[in-house]
């Protein structure tokens, strides 16, 4: 069973940097787009950012200018460059994979908490 893994969060001071990367630990195919999502105590699950199938990038506003999504198609990773963190951006940071028919990918999330 295909799993995503993600690593590099942790505690960091408002102003510092942080960077998540994620990695499938098996083969998938029909990828469509690729994404960070993140889930603040008591607020819904949201999009932080996202990498089209065609390679062009969507951003949550809150973050535009401040973080950066990339891809390795081939090793099939993901990962985003989180700068100038607000505490604001505190939160569970989960990767996805979506596919053309064989549905999304979720990873386990992974806590991100910056301090003011």
């Known amino acids: 069973q295909v799993q995503l893994v993600e690593s590099g969060g942790g505690l960091v001071q408002a102003g510092g940097s942080l960077r998540l990367s994620c990695a499938a630990s098996?083969?998938?195919?029909?990828?469509?787009?690729m994404g960070w999502y993140r889930q603040a105590p008591g607020k819904q699950r949201e999009l932080v950012a996202r990498?089209?199938?065609?390679?062009?990038?969507d951003y949550a506003d809150t973050v535009k200018g401040r973080f950066t999504v990339s891809r390795d198609i081939a090793k099939m990773t993901v990962a985003l460059q989180m700068n100038v963190l607000k505490p604001e951006d505190t939160g569970v940071y989960y990767c996805?994979?979506?596919?053309?028919?064989?549905?999304?990918?979720w990873g386990q999330g992974t806590q991100v908490t910056v301090s003011s």
């Open positions: 098996g083969s998938i195919f029909g990828i469509n787009a």
């Open positions: 990498i089209s199938g065609g390679g062009g990038a």
């Open positions: 996805s994979y979506s596919t053309i028919g064989r549905g999304s990918f």
